[in-house]
């Protein structure tokens, strides 16, 4: 295991209060009020049971979301009285929804990001004659003065 450093923790955590602070309310609202009807021990249970399941998941090594496991001791919560009219079924079906779309738009923004990364370094560190290399692209150093010996593009040597 690698240490985290702090910065990271920091950025995250204040990526959560902003995220939180800005939208926050259309979650609770989705969640807290239009998914089903909480009291405070249905709140109280809904809160301990989706716990229980993040620590144990967590114990096996399982990833989990605690916003799944809210949703699903909501779920769980509001099928208790043995009517399916406790739930709204179409918010459930929304919240769904948005999960499914959310690691789809996820795939696509970090391949995007990806691409990104790879492709810009080949026009700002090598000869304008070199920028497009289809392959891999490795730079050989000498030892002694640091100086950029050779650019190896799809493991051909290339002239600097």
């Not at 009807?37 to 979301?65: H, N, Q």
């Not at 304008?128 to 493991?155: A, D, K, T």
Request: net charge positive.
């Amino acid at each position: 295991k690698q240490p985290v450093q702090e910065w990271i923790l920091a950025l995250g955590g204040a990526g959560i209060v902003a995220g939180l602070s800005m939208w926050g309310y259309r979650i609770i609202l989705a969640i807290g009020s239009k998914l089903t009807k909480i009291t405070a021990s249905r709140g109280f249970s809904i809160e301990v049971g989706a716990a229980i399941t993040v620590l144990i998941a967590s114990k096996i090594g399982l990833p989990v979301s605690t916003t799944h496991c809210q949703v699903g001791a909501t779920v769980g919560v509001g099928l208790i009285e043995g009517k399916t009219d406790t739930l709204n079924w179409r918010q459930f079906l929304v919240i769904g929804l948005g999960w499914v779309a959310t690691v789809v738009l996820t795939a696509f923004t970090a391949a995007g990001l990806t691409a990104v990364a790879t492709l810009v370094p080949y026009k700002f560190s090598v000869p304008q004659s070199l920028s497009y290399c289809p392959g891999q692209q490795v730079f050989v150093y000498s030892n002694e003065s640091g100086q950029l010996h050779q650019v190896l593009c799809s493991g051909l040597p290339q002239p600097v």
